[in-house]
Nanobody, 115 residues
């Protein structure tokens, strides 16, 4: 059974930091492209960052220089370090694993940036 379990969300003040984790099981983690998406209230889900099996990374423009995606293949876990958080970063953050026609999602973790 495939499971992607996100953790690390919470309430943080603007300018603060959070580190999200996504622990996986049931997939060959090392061959999957891993990604973080987010969905703000009333908006469509958007891609935030990706990391390929080879370790290449990519970010949406609004988080470049503030967020860092990383993966630990031994722990089958992907991370999202979020610094200098802004209120517009608020939303539910989802982990995703893809490999050709396989596509798996986690249940999401809430991030709220507010003073």
């Amino acid at each position: 059974q495939v499971q992607l379990v996100e953790s690390g969300g919470g309430l943080v003040q603007p300018g603060g930091s959070l580190r999200l984790s996504c622990a996986t099981s049931g997939i060959r983690f090392g061959i999957h492209t891993m990604a973080w998406h987010r969905q703000a209230p009333g908006k469509q889900r958007e891609l935030v960052a990706t990391t390929t099996s080879g370790g290449s990374t990519n970010y949406t423009d609004s988080v470049k220089g503030r967020f860092t995606i990383s993966r630990d293949n031994n722990k089958r876990t992907v991370y999202l370090q979020m610094n200098s958080l802004k209120p517009e970063d608020t939303g539910v953050y989802y982990c995703r694993a893809t490999y050709y026609n396989s596509n798996y999602w986690g249940q999401g973790t809430q991030v709220t940036v507010s003073s």
